[in-house]
């Protein structure tokens, strides 16, 4: 069975501080792998997604960066935090190939900035 | 740009009544949709996907889509309190997935 782990389940961080988020999936090979975020009370909006390691495409500019160092890892991370990256981070996979792009999520990693 | 929009905004039901929540997309190309659920800020499940028009059932969840009236539905027979959650409508559109603002559904014993 596939399973999706997320780290750290929540943090507070100071505005201009670093963040590294990280996600891994196991029990699949090769994954195309997402990352997701929510502002508090606001839309699910798709920041990032690879299909292949070292591959990331962005889809949306926030001032983060991501990467997929191996098949079964992706970070979302930045150098300086500004307060408007609060709110709470999804990461997903889907399979390679098959009928459409169902997402499985995992568990979510809450950041509030301060 | 997609567009997804969900109605109602909040939804509560009595347990065992059916709940019944609506999306509408803008792109009438989109290929495939699915409901998500997501409680209390946590990972999404997926509940039903839908690629054609008419209804697909998935246990309890019935998805009936529309395309040419860009809408699909969820329909949920006999809710109960575990299913108060937020469900969420999601389309595919040239291979990007939009999702909608969610429904927010509380169902009282």
């Known amino acids: 069975a596939q399973t999706i782990h997320q780290w750290p389940v929540a943090e507070i961080k100071a505005v201009g501080s670093p963040l590294s988020l990280g996600c891994t999936i196991k029990?699949?090979?090769?994954?195309?792998l997402y990352w997701y975020w929510q502002a508090t009370g606001g839309t699910l909006q798709q920041l990032f997604y690879s299909i292949t390691v070292g591959q990331v495409e962005s889809v949306v500019q926030l001032n983060l960066s991501a990467s997929r160092p191996k098949d079964d890892q992706f970070i979302l991370s930045t150098e300086k935090l500004l307060l408007s990256h609060s709110g709470f981070y999804l990461c997903a996979w889907s399979l390679r190939v098959g009928p459409g792009n169902t997402l499985y999520f995992g568990e979510g990693s809450r950041l509030i900035v301060v | 740009q997609q567009k997804v929009q969900q109605s109602p905004e909040s939804l509560t039901v009595s347990e065992g009544a059916m709940a019944s929540l609506n999306c509408t997309f803008s792109d009438g190309t989109s290929n495939n949709f699915r409901w998500y659920r997501q409680h209390s800020a946590k990972g999404l499940e997926v509940l039903v996907s839908i690629f054609s028009d008419g209804e697909k059932e998935e246990g309890r969840f019935t998805a009936h889509l529309n395309r040419a009236n860009l809408h699909v539905s969820l329909h949920i027979r006999e809710p109960q309190p575990s299913d108060s959650a937020v469900y969420l409508c999601?389309?595919?559109?040239?291979?990007?997935?939009?999702f909608g603002d969610g429904t927010q559904l509380v169902v009282k014993p």
């Open positions: 999601a389309v595919n559109s040239n291979n990007r997935i939009f």
């Open positions: 029990g699949k090979s090769s994954p195309n």
